[in-house]
């Protein structure tokens, strides 16, 4: 009989007991496909009394991750606890010195320590796999590192959080401020323990770290991301956005440009008409675009025990059958570390302000903007009863320094009130 691979889970939370049912129920189609039996050796929790509608009485239980990774009778260490150091890192550097590949959903953990978990693992000949890390169920991470590896990838943005997804969607169908939205995720479990995680873009930064590495070939290089979160999304932006034909979703963005690196996961304004415009709820979408390939969309569920499950077993299969690749696609020491953009590419944006409502206002505010390069494609002015007029800009494509100079210059008029509102519009 054919070697059976034998797996050493670590956290059993809603993605580790997902792979156990996936494994209890599919047992002999999991073995046909891959061509050997796939088999759980042991198991690792906080919590071994917790009851977790799992049967778990056939496996050895370890207290220590790091002692199941390092047990002989584990041939796959399938890391599904979290956190970016700690005992997931030790553990998983555990399993590759003892000759074991890893398995990992932990965005965290190769976003910050990626680089040097790579260069171990090619150090030991192992590989580590991390489809679940990058948008639970969709396969983006096989479709960048294999199905697009002839291509020349020019450009990767996403919707990469499903909890930012839904609250600006939620925002948007049913009128509600963030604040309201916000409360209502929270009490549905939508939200990490740790919000900011979500609605700072951090998680979803984790994961555009990670496919920039395996698009351009670069390092790792969570800390060069341009992070900026929902928080200050208004119900009158989505409105106005919306008035004009746009849809504002937290987008994630990565490009090699002559200026170097761009990655930045901020609030965008997209076509509401595009695949993104039109992604609702707490789904989540990969664009990646190609030389030879152009445009592909990938869509799917971003989180959740079923989705996140599947993709840890797509990678375990994957190395069922003998399939191996390095890490993120090319040996660790070929990765480049890339040179980070100062600036990011020029792009049109929509501002939101308040002028006073009296002559020469409008006057002053398009004189700073002349002044600092930044060109209005269009414009609108709103019906007002008070004193002050609120007024709508899309400006033609320009650096974010020049905004930046003009948004300071309209500061400087005495005809604006309050700080105006920039969302950068990007292309898709």
Known sequence: MTKPLRLGIAGLGTVGTG???IIQRHAAELSEKAGRPITITAVSARNKDKDRGVRLGDYAWQDDPVALARRDDVDLFVELMGGADGP???????????GKDVVTANKAMLAINGHALAQAADAAGRIIRFEAAVAGGIPVVKALGEGLAGNEIKRVLGVMNGTCNYILTRMKSAGLSYEEVFAEADALGYLEADPTLDVGGIDAGHKLALL???AFGTQVDFPAVHLEGIERI?????NLAADMGYVIKLLGVAQMSARGLEQRMT??????????????????MCVLEGDSVGQIVLRGAGAGEGPTASAVMGDVMDIARGFRMPTFGRPAQALNTAKIATASTPARHYIRMKLLDKPGAWAKTAAALAEAGVSIDRMRQYTHDDPEAPVLIVTHKTPRAALDAALHGMAETGV???APVAIRIEDV
């Open 416 to 418: 604006v009130v309050g």
């Open 88 to 98: 997931a890192k030790a553990a998983s550097e555990a399993a590759l010195a003892t």
């Open 267 to 284: 609030p965008c304004l997209v076509p509401d008409s595009s695949p993104l415009g039109q992604l609702e709820g707490a789904t989540n």
């Open 234 to 238: 208004t119900i009158e932006d989505i």
């Open 212 to 214: 920039a590495t395996l």
């Open 19 to 21: 792979v156990i049912k």
